[in-house]
T-cell receptor
Framework: QQPVQSPQAVILREGEDAVINCSSS?????VHWYRQKHGEAPVFLMI?????EQKGHEKISASFNEKKQQSSLYLTASQLSYSGTYFC???????????FGKGTKLSVKP | EAEVAQSPRYKITEKSQAVAFWCDPI?????LYWYRQILGQGPELLVQ????????DSQLPKDRFSAERLKGVDSTLKIQPAELGDSAMYLC??????????FGPGTRLTVL
């Protein structure tokens, strides 16, 4: 039931792009994306509802393919401030609870 | 900008002692969540409140954990007695309509 994230970790140079994937074995109602820096609380990035929508937040965008039960987070022209662990959280129904993946650790180097 | 408040930020206790954590959600947020996060893992839901009512506490170890939100505003999570395996970050989050969740800074618990 826990969504699977890939890759587990990625190292980038400033300005490079990255994609983080999140997949579920169950039908999804929504997908949430959060970023957590070391020792801090998770920060909400965006929520995607079923319908195949795509959203953007600065240079970070995401897509949600409900048929494939997958979501991807796209980080373009990465900045040092993008470093952290990215979590996807999935909700199985309109009244379901958020279940987080294990996270993807992103490190952006100068 | 409104934030979720939690206290204490850090707590060190010995096993078998009682500990309590407090959370004050963003004003107007009816839904409140308590999560436990083990280092290197994603947050795991312990309990969810809608106003003062418990909506889901299926993952709460009820033999030692309890949670309340008496007036539908702030909330307390208690552990008694604490065990070594309870060492973790305890996060509180609130949400306006069961959508995006806003997390507090968390309480880092260390059980010795």
């Amino acid at each position: 039931q826990q969504p699977v994230q890939s890759p587990q970790a990625v190292i980038l140079r400033e300005g490079e792009d990255a994609v983080i994937n999140c997949s579920s074995s169950k039908a999804l109602y929504s997908v949430h994306w959060y970023r957590q820096k070391h020792g801090e609380a998770p920060v909400f990035l965006m929520i995607l509802l079923k319908g195949g929508e795509q959203k953007g937040h600065e240079k970070i965008s995401a897509s949600f393919n409900e048929k494939k039960q997958q979501s991807s987070l796209y980080l373009t022209a990465s900045q040092l401030s993008y470093s952290g662990t990215y979590f996807c959280g999935t909700v199985g129904g309109s009244q379901g609870n958020l279940i987080f993946g294990k996270g993807t650790k992103l490190s952006v180097k100068p | 900008e409104a934030e979720v408040a939690q206290s204490p930020r850090y707590k060190i206790t010995e096993k078998s002692q009682a500990v309590a954590f407090w959370c004050d959600p963003i004003s107007g947020h009816a839904t409140l969540y308590w999560y436990r996060q083990i280092l290197g893992q994603g947050p795991e839901l312990l309990v969810q409140f809608q106003d003062e009512s418990v909506v889901d506490d299926s993952q709460l170890p009820k033999d030692r954990f309890s949670a309340e939100r008496l007036k539908g505003v702030d909330s307390t999570l208690k552990i008694q007695p604490a065990e070594l395996g309870d060492s973790a970050m305890y996060l509180c989050a609130s949400s306006p309509q069961r959508r995006e969740q806003f997390f507090g800074p968390g309480t880092r618990l260390t059980v010795l």
